[in-house]
């Protein structure tokens, strides 16, 4: 997958990981918060040196009933810690953000991915911001806002329909500018999905594979799981988590959004091989056991 400056994106080989950089101060998944850009900073070089192919840095919670944080406040978090990671680090840095403008003065400082959570759906402006950059976009499925999104959970088909509407979102992005091979689509684990929605989204993440597009899988510590795992908080979940990743890597995942990267990455590569070993490949990336 192109990027900005004439590096790439290398999928397929094998799965990339994602790893977490939130920096805002009510992150659902950290217990200690990295507010301070230095300390940000640091985070980011262990996430590089721990395997991390990806850093994504996001300065707004986006968990069920969150409240929206103001444009020049998200640029205020996460500009210091974009620019000096793009500095210092390797792996390209992506900007978890659904605003155009914060968009703008990420790639500015040195982003070379959008990660949108909204699939192009709260800032029409954004396409146009990717397209113009040639950076890479994430289009992730939701419906919703992050403070009511639970209302509009009401599926009779969620992989069919997510399937439906993240078709909505490659064709934005197409209007917009930006081009088909610079586009990763997100299922949207726990996003406007209760956990029966996103147990039945992973257990059919094949289906994904008609919309030929690499599929990036957050599930790291969501709540979906939390009654599987008896009831665990969120920092307690890496467990639950790597049950998921390696689903959703034999179900055709290409990047997987993870918080312990460590850990994860011996997951990760695990499943691969199992992935490349199992019988009943179907040519699309994911496999029948």
């Known amino acids: 997958m192109p990027l900005p400056g004439g590096r790439t994106l290398e999928l397929g080989e094998r799965t990339l990981v994602m790893g977490i950089l939130n920096v805002s ?8 918060p990295l507010t301070d850009p230095a300390a940000a900073l640091e985070a980011a070089v262990a996430l590089e040196a721990a395997g991390a192919d990806i850093i994504d840095v996001g300065g707004e919670s986006t968990r ?10 998200e640029r205020r978090r996460v500009l210091p810690v974009v620019a000096a990671a793009a500095a210092r680090l390797a792996v390209p840095i992506s900007i978890d953000t659904y605003k155009a403008a914060v968009a703008r ?4 400082a040195g982003a070379l991915i959008v990660n949108d959570i909204s699939g192009l759906r709260y800032d029409a402006a954004l396409g146009d911001v990717v397209a113009s950059s040639g950076a890479a976009l994430v289009l992730m499925h939701t419906r919703g806002r992050s403070r009511d999104m639970y209302k509009d959970a009401i599926y009779e088909a969620v992989t069919s329909e997510v399937v439906s509407e ?6 934005q992005a197409r209007q917009a500018g930006v081009q088909l091979d610079r586009t990763i689509l997100d299922p949207g684990f726990g996003f406007a999905k ?9 257990a059919s993440l094949g289906a994904l594979a008609e919309l030929d597009r690499p599929l990036l899988v957050g599930v790291s510590r969501k709540s979906f799981m939390a009654r599987a795992l008896g009831g665990r908080p969120p920092a307690e979940r890496d467990w639950g988590t790597a049950a ?4 959703a890597i034999l179900g055709g995942a290409h990047i997987v959004r993870v918080h312990a990267v460590t850990d994860m990455v011996q997951v990760v590569r695990v499943a691969d091989q ?3 070993h199992a019988t009943g490949d179907r040519g699309d990336g994911s496999v029948d056991l």
């Open 25 to 32: 101060p009510d992150s659902f998944a950290e217990s200690v």
């Open 64 to 73: 069920p009933g969150a409240k929206p944080v103001p444009e020049d406040e």
């Open 105 to 108: 003065a990420a790639i500015d």
């Open 166 to 171: 993240l078709r909505w979102s490659l064709e």
């Open 194 to 202: 209760r956990p029966e929605h996103s147990y039945q989204l992973l």
């Open 244 to 247: 998921a990743v390696t689903a």
């Open 274 to 276: 199992i992935r490349r």
